[in-house]
């Protein structure tokens, strides 16, 4: 094989290879492309508006995503907003515990509707959680499957809360006026605009099922997340994480 032809075929397959990495990319914008137009299509426009205007990454947001991968932008973030739980319908398990104070005005209006359901308070064993005391936790006795790392809870978000007992579903469900509250939370909870996280076990939502964590979001968002069945981090991840 002489020199020229050596080069020539040098020279094809370097055109071959940039014309497929062109190609390559278009196909891949376009991609892009029609996933933002199906994405908008499928969502509703309340929820579009939230997703265009990234709210899902400040911190501040009611949005604002977090998962074991996805962490909070200041690592002792605490909201202006704080205010405590305590009321006539509420039994606080820790005494001083609290909420920023939008996701708190709706956690007491369920609240009184629950009590009015079923005659019971409605009991709060855990809602926001310092960054330090979820390291303690962590490092005291919570594996990865039950409790975030610090930095990565929701619980810092300040807009988070456990109900009744922190266990494990089998536990929590076997227990008649738990399943019971849990069934009534699954069908309303969405109404005061809060979300059951983690339903689907870690292969799709990172941690251990858990039918006690609630977390407020707003009541677009909620209500889409209940009429699909999905946890925010399916949402997140079919409508977002690309």
Same mark, same amino acid.
């Given at each position: 094989?002489? !020199?020229?032809? &050596?080069?020539?075929?040098?020279?094809?397959?370097?055109?071959?290879?940039?014309?497929?990495?062109?190609?390559?990319?278009?196909?891949?914008?376009?991609?892009?492309?029609?996933?933002?137009?199906?994405?908008?299509?499928? &969502?509703?426009?309340?929820?579009?508006?939230?997703? !265009?205007?990234? !709210?899902?990454? @400040?911190?501040?947001?009611?949005?604002?995503?977090?998962?074991? $991968?996805?962490?909070?932008?200041?690592?002792?973030?605490?909201?202006?907003?704080?205010?405590?739980?305590?009321?006539?319908?509420? &039994?606080?398990? $820790?005494?001083?515990?609290?909420?920023?104070?939008?996701?708190? @005005?709706?956690?007491?209006?369920?609240? +009184?509707?629950?009590?009015?359901?079923? +005659?019971?308070?409605?009991?709060?064993?855990?809602?926001?959680?310092?960054?330090?005391?979820?390291?303690?936790?962590?490092?005291?006795?919570?594996?990865?499957?039950?409790?975030?790392?610090?930095?990565?809870?929701?619980?810092?978000?300040?807009?988070? %809360?456990?109900? %009744?007992?922190?266990?494990? +579903?089998?536990? %929590?469900?076997?227990?008649?006026?738990?399943? +019971?509250?849990?069934?009534?939370?699954?069908?309303?909870? =969405?109404?005061?605009?809060?979300? @059951?996280?983690?339903?689907?076990?870690?292969? &799709?939502?990172?941690?251990?099922?858990?039918?006690?964590?609630?977390? =407020?979001?707003?009541?677009?968002?909620?209500?889409?997340?209940?009429?699909?069945?999905?946890?925010?981090?399916?949402?997140?991840?079919?409508?977002?994480?690309?």
């Amino acid at each position: 094989m002489n !020199k020229k032809t &050596i080069v020539f075929l040098l020279s094809f397959l370097l055109f071959s290879c940039s014309k497929n990495q062109v190609i390559e990319k278009n196909i891949q914008q376009t991609n892009i492309s029609n996933s933002w137009i199906l994405l908008e299509k499928s &969502i509703s426009s309340n929820t579009w508006n939230i997703i !265009k205007e990234n !709210k899902l990454n @400040n911190d501040v947001s009611i949005t604002k995503y977090i998962n074991n $991968k996805i962490h909070f932008t200041k690592i002792n973030y605490i909201p202006s907003d704080l205010v405590s739980i305590k009321s006539e319908f509420i &039994i606080d398990a $820790k005494w001083n515990q609290i909420l920023r104070q939008e996701s708190n @005005n709706h956690l007491q209006k369920l609240a +009184k509707d629950f009590f009015k359901e079923f +005659k019971v308070k409605l009991k709060i064993v855990s809602a926001y959680r310092s960054y330090n005391y979820q390291l303690w936790i962590k490092q005291r006795w919570c594996g990865d499957l039950f409790c975030a790392k610090a930095w990565y809870s929701e619980h810092q978000s300040w807009l988070a %809360f456990d109900m %009744f007992e922190t266990t494990t +579903k089998e536990d %929590f469900l076997s227990k008649p006026d738990l399943k +019971k509250y849990f069934e009534w939370f699954s069908q309303n909870a =969405y109404k005061y605009w809060f979300n @059951n996280s983690y339903k689907n076990w870690e292969k &799709i939502d990172w941690y251990a099922i858990e039918p006690w964590h609630w977390r =407020y979001l707003w009541i677009d968002f909620a209500k889409e997340l209940w009429e699909k069945n999905m946890t925010y981090w399916e949402y997140f991840n079919k409508f977002w994480e690309r």
